[in-house]
């Protein structure tokens, strides 16, 4: 395979993926190398490389932690991006099958569309003016970590944690106001997480403009077409068998049906 020129970012990638692909835990005991910032989005880029190898293709980027609820529950205090792909689209048809995740949890969030090239390098880049779209959307995130415990360069390292997303039906941007909208997570056996969409940085629409400083530090794109998720508005839930919705009240709702296979 390819030979990275930073043997840290070569061998965290190669152990995040497998535990990916095998839905196994990584544990991070003492071998496991002290990455930067830096390091941690080039292991990040790479485990992408990987999964394009393997015929994925990325659709859009992700957001974590831009609430308070998230950043308390995890014990991180930055906002981090990460990057999805086409395989971790959970169709409205689709049965995810759990035992692929290794202990996932599911969060209520909110999409964008973005529906034309933005040139995220000018500094002046304004992606809030290039969205199309906005809907009701639910995030897997499935920690590569044991005991789903990182610190900020291991969860941008595992690629934030992304594992599959679930869109509503796109609204036009100008029809609703994200300001203040009532979200509410539900799990098949009524388990529920209610919240506001300004928990999501006071108004989901600012996750763009850090986005797109992010974007800029970290060499990302993201071309007409791409989606972008916004971060959960409230904290995460075990991901169980069975129905889960997420309602985001004039935007529309969501829903995945998860089933545990005997793989
Ligand atoms: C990291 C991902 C955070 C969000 O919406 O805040 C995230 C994690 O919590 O494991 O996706
Ligand atoms: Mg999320």
């Known amino acids: 395979m390819r030979a990275h020129a930073d043997a840290a970012v070569d061998l965290a990638a190669a152990r995040l993926d497998a ?21 941690a989005y080039a292991v990040q880029r790479e485990i992408l490389e990987r999964r394009v190898e393997r015929g994925e293709r990325q659709v859009g980027l992700k957001l974590g932690f831009t609430s308070e609820a998230k950043m308390r529950q995890m014990g991180v205090d930055e906002l981090i991006v990460g990057r999805l792909t086409d395989a971790m689209l959970v169709r409205p048809d689709e049965v995810l099958d759990l ?55 291991r969860v941008v390292a595992d690629n934030t944690s992304a594992a599959g997303f679930a869109l509503g039906h796109w609204i036009d941007p100008d029809r609703v106001d994200l300001a203040d ?37 970290w060499d990302l794109q993201l071309p007409a077409g791409s989606v972008v ?25 969501v829903r995945i049906v998860a089933e545990e296979s005997d793989r």
């Open 19 to 39: 535990a990916q692909t095998s839905a196994t835990a990584v544990v991070a005991g003492e071998d496991w190398p002290d990455l930067s910032l830096d390091q």
């Open 99 to 153: 035992s692929t995740l290794v202990h996932p949890r599911v969060e209520p969030e909110i999409a964008f569309l973005i529906g034309a090239d933005v040139d995220l390098t000018q500094p002046d880049a304004d992606l809030a003016s290039a969205v199309v779209g906005v809907c009701a959307a639910m995030e897997v995130i499935d920690s590569r970590y044991e005991g789903f415990r990182f610190d900020l360069p």
């Open 181 to 217: 909208l009532q979200v509410i997570l539900t799990l098949d056996d009524g388990e529920r997480r209610v919240g506001s969409t300004s928990a999501i940085l006071g108004h989901p629409l600012r996750t763009l403009e850090r986005l797109a400083i992010l974007a800029r530090r």
């Open 229 to 253: 998720l916004a971060g959960a508005a409230t904290e995460a839930v075990p991901l169980t068998a069975g129905r889960t919705t997420v309602e985001v009240s004039t935007l529309g709702d």
